[in-house]
């Protein structure tokens, strides 16, 4: 049964000056300056990216390049490549979705995810709590992508969305801060009024008339003086002051879906998972966990794989792979079946297993015209799962291979 209680589980992950920061990949001399990314000096533009030396002379993204010269004339100004953004991203993107299937891009540089239901995934004996855990997790999380792209980012774990964001704020930059339940109203009490996602600076400066200016007074403050700056959202609002919005992230969208003509999607979907030591069954509960995962982010994506692969390490660190090209499919059973099957045969040693790895490659796009009628019987079942899990959680429904041998 799900949890009915409010827990903190929900991710903004945030790449700390993206821009400036794969700027500074692509020229490491850009390090320590002032660097705003935009436009050439004194040009048309605006700022879409600034470094901190820059910000603390006043320049700020959306400003135009005008302005920023006349507060900076000494930064470095640059048009941006915008190819090696996207790569960024989507290498970024990779990385998070090997610590959670739920990703949700909210933007090229900001990312949510979802950890509910992880906490038995990741536990290890050293955890004070389940809270510990999802914030070690995602502490590694953060430390993965510095040391895999050299891309610092920062991190608030909350129990909603809009909290969620407001944490990652407060931690930057390259920081991690974790809100737990029951923390939520205090934490946001004594905070501007702008810090809460929903108020720009319009409305800031209508509150301020009133003489609003904090989150606390904001949550006091009467409905008749609220509505008519926020109308219908009024209510949604005083919610998420108060720490109480939604934790739903909505659905996936199909990002950085890179293709050639004949339908052909670059990149691959992979999961591992590392352990100190497992015997027979629950090693492959874990297989049969990981193929869900990949095959859930496979539909979300709205593609189908041509090959599936298994990674194997023993506890002395030999590493194996094995691959089978199959008919495309996203279909969790299908692709669990060969991946049974090729650790079986692969499984050949007797050493303890360390790692696992399940990866989906070789991608295709499905047909988008198709109704739910059209697939095949595999795949409306996981429609139908996907469908409860949007509605209750990923983990509302698992394989009964998952359930029986983890519980």
């Known amino acids: 049964?799900?949890?009915?209680?409010?827990?903190?589980?929900?991710?903004?992950?945030?790449?700390?000056?993206?821009?400036?920061?794969?700027?500074?990949?692509?020229?490491?001399?850009?390090?320590?300056?002032?660097?705003?990314?935009?436009?050439h000096k004194g040009g048309r533009g605006v700022v879409t990216s600034s470094s901190y030396e820059a910000r603390t002379f006043g320049v700020r993204s959306g400003m135009s390049i005008r302005d920023a010269t006349a507060l900076a004339p000494h930064a470095v100004f640059l048009p941006g490549h915008a190819g090696?953004?996207?790569?960024?991203?989507?290498?970024?993107?990779?990385?998070v979705e090997r610590f959670s299937p739920i990703v949700i891009a909210a933007s090229i540089d900001e990312q949510y995810v979802d950890f509910r239901g992880c906490e038995s995934l990741y536990r290890k004996p050293g955890d004070a709590d389940d809270d510990d855990t999802i914030l070690r997790v995602v502490r590694s999380m953060v430390r993965a992508i510095e040391d895999e792209l050299g891309l610092p980012a920062s991190a608030g774990i909350a129990t909603s969305k809009s909290l969620a964001k407001v944490a990652c704020g407060l931690a930057k930059p390259n920081g991690v801060l974790f809100v737990r339940a029951g923390d939520e109203e205090a934490t946001l009490a004594p905070l501007p009024v702008?810090?809460?996602?929903?108020?720009?600076?319009?409305?800031?400066?209508?509150?301020?008339?009133?003489?609003?200016?904090?989150?606390?007074?904001?949550?006091?403050?009467?409905?008749?003086?609220?509505?008519?700056?926020?109308?219908?959202?009024?209510?949604?609002?005083?919610?998420?002051?108060?720490?109480l919005g939604s934790g739903e992230l909505g659905r996936e969208r199909p990002a950085f879906r890179e293709h050639d003509p004949r339908g052909a999607v670059h990149g691959t979907i992979s999961n591992e998972r590392t352990f100190a030591e497992a015997n027979e069954r629950t090693t492959e509960s874990i297989l049969c966990g990981l193929c869900e995962r990949v095959c859930s982010r496979a539909r979300r994506r709205g593609v189908r794989a041509g090959t599936v692969t298994l990674r194997l390490r023993y506890?002395?660190?030999?590493?194996?792979?094995?691959?089978?090209?199959?008919?495309p499919t996203s279909v969790d059973v299908e692709v669990h079946r060969v991946v049974l099957e090729l650790y079986r045969r692969a499984r050949t040693r007797p050493l303890p297993v360390r790692l696992v790895g399940v990866a989906l490659s070789k991608l295709s796009l499905e047909p988008s015209q198709l109704s739910l009628a059209t697939f095949d019987q595999g795949d409306r079942r996981a429609r139908t799962v996907d469908a409860v899990r949007d509605k209750f959680g990923y983990h509302a429904v698992h394989l009964a291979t998952t359930v029986r041998t983890s519980r």
């Open 315 to 327: 506890v002395d660190f030999h590493t194996i792979t094995r691959s089978r090209t199959i008919t």
């Open 84 to 95: 090696e953004y996207s790569d960024y991203s989507r290498r970024t993107r990779e990385i």
């Open 1 to 39: 049964m799900l949890p009915s209680v409010r827990i903190a589980r929900i991710c903004c992950l945030d790449l700390d000056t993206f821009f400036v920061s794969v700027e500074r990949l692509l020229d490491p001399s850009l390090r320590g300056k002032a660097v705003i990314v935009g436009g």
């Open 194 to 243: 702008r810090k809460l996602p929903g108020i720009g600076p319009v409305s800031e400066r209508r509150l301020h008339e009133l003489g609003i200016e904090t989150l606390a007074q904001l949550v006091a403050a009467d409905d008749a003086l609220l509505r008519p700056i926020f109308g219908a959202s009024t209510s949604g609002l005083r919610r998420d002051a108060r720490g």
